[in-house]
């Protein structure tokens, strides 16, 4: 099997690389084919992965390429993990919304929007040339944030999409260490969507441990996803990280305004990686590829593509997938983080019980921003922005909208091509 990855020139490429090397009984992989215009990148990273397979005697190697047809011809299913404007714009998404007081974050918020303008139109692109070229059965496999607007712009464009995150499965493999217990024994009740999550369930052999997580490790669950012990108690349910930007948005913004930007430390990390990659001896996953981020993002994406291509039995993933009535509150369109059953024929949410409404109202309110957002990076224009904008809850105010749309669209202008030279 081919297996194509757009964007293979990032730096955390070689987690793939060592998730597809530890799974050579289960995921026919023969070549894995490294999409990205950066031919310094992607070189490097494409020689320290196929050192990477060679040293754990996987028969798959390694190619690069600057050429996305080349690259995605006849491959089962393609990965995308994009960073439109790099980590320059990322630093952006992190810092122009606290002028008015609201957090900066590259997937959500201001922040997010941002992105999502940005980085819309080049995936949709993308996806049309590889349906052109590779087929219409081959998957599309989107881990480029912000994972659920993304998704649902490939999804609504008929696209064989899935859209992949890695809280979930850090959630999982944190539960089953707690508890003692086999990771696969481990089942979550994932209710949200992408990076507006939270577990109401945990569930090992089909009995619900969550109750036994809070009354024994709340603590320390607590300071992993910054929330008060307390409130998880009392909510039943560890919420992902991400809502600290909800639910503690004012302390987030003081802390965000005397740290150091994460694209700062991220581009430090990428340069130090980067001459790792380039060192002929180093033949296995250095320690400095944990302080990149995207924990298990391997485990994630090996498994899943697994499950859509390999013919077998339905697995169960916790993916980014149409809704079609899992949240009667939510349209049939719109795109939910849920566990779902894969296979061949793609994904399925599993039902869940009814969402309480404490959580059920943040969920409609952000999906709501999605479907505007999607609007305004298919569409353009810089009332849509600000449109999008009003109806976050992390924004919504006329005064706040308006700068940070008109911010937003000069420090994006470049990237936009309906706001003008």
Avoid at 401 to 417: E, H, S
């Amino acid at each position: 099997m081919k297996l194509a990855v757009v964007g293979g020139g990032s730096t955390y490429t070689p987690e793939l690389i060592d998730g597809i090397a530890g799974r050579r009984s289960t995921l026919d992989v023969d070549e894995i084919v490294l999409i990205d215009p950066d031919a310094y990148r992607v070189e490097a990273v494409g020689d320290f992965s196929n050192r990477l397979l060679s040293h754990a005697g996987h028969p798959a190697r390694v190619r690069t390429t600057a050429n996305l047809e080349e690259g995605v011809e006849g491959a089962s299913a393609v990965l995308i993990q994009l960073r439109v404007g790099g980590q320059r714009a990322r630093r952006g998404d992190e810092t122009f919304p606290h002028a008015c007081g609201c957090v900066g974050q590259e997937t959500t918020g201001a922040g997010g929007l941002a992105k999502a303008l940005r980085t819309v139109p080049v995936v949709l692109d993308i996806a049309d040339r590889v349906r052109k070229i590779a087929g219409d059965d081959t998957w599309i496999v989107n881990f480029t944030n912000p994972v659920g607007i993304v998704t649902r712009a490939l999804l609504n464009e008929g696209h064989r999409a899935v859209g992949l995150c890695n809280v979930a499965i850090h959630l999982q493999r944190t539960f089953a260490h707690l508890l003692g217990a086999g990771v696969d024994d481990v089942k979550l009740v994932h209710t949200g969507l992408n990076h507006l999550s939270w577990e109401r369930q945990v569930l090992v052999n089909g009995e619900d441990r969550l109750p036994e997580l809070l009354a024994e490790h709340a603590e320390f669950l607590g300071e992993h996803v910054t929330a008060p012990v307390e409130w998880m108690r009392r909510m039943n349910v560890v919420p992902s990280y991400y809502l600290k930007y909800y639910y503690g948005h004012d302390e987030q913004v003081m802390k965000q305004r005397t740290e150091r930007p994460r694209a700062d430390v991220v581009s430090d990390v990428e340069e130090e990686l980067l001459k790792v990659y380039l060192d002929p001896e180093v033949v296995t996953k250095p320690e400095q590829l944990e302080k990149r981020g995207g924990a298990y993002y391997s485990e994630a994406a090996v498994q899943l593509v697994h499950a859509l291509t390999s013919g077998g039995p339905a697995e169960e993933h916790v993916v980014n997938v149409r809704n079609e009535g899992t949240f009667d509150f939510l349209p049939d369109d719109a795109v939910i983080e849920v566990p779902s059953l894969v296979d061949a024929k793609g994904p399925r949410p599993i039902p869940q019980q009814p969402v309480e409404q404490r959580f059920a109202g943040l969920i409609a309110g952000v999906t709501a921003y999605e479907q505007l957002a999607l609007e305004a990076a298919i569409k353009g224009g810089r009332d849509r922005v600000a449109d999008a904008l009003l109806a976050h809850p992390l924004v919504g105010q006329y005064s706040k909208a308006d700068q940070l749309a008109d911010t937003l669209v000069q420090i994006n202008r470049q990237f936009l091509p309906w706001a003008g030279a």
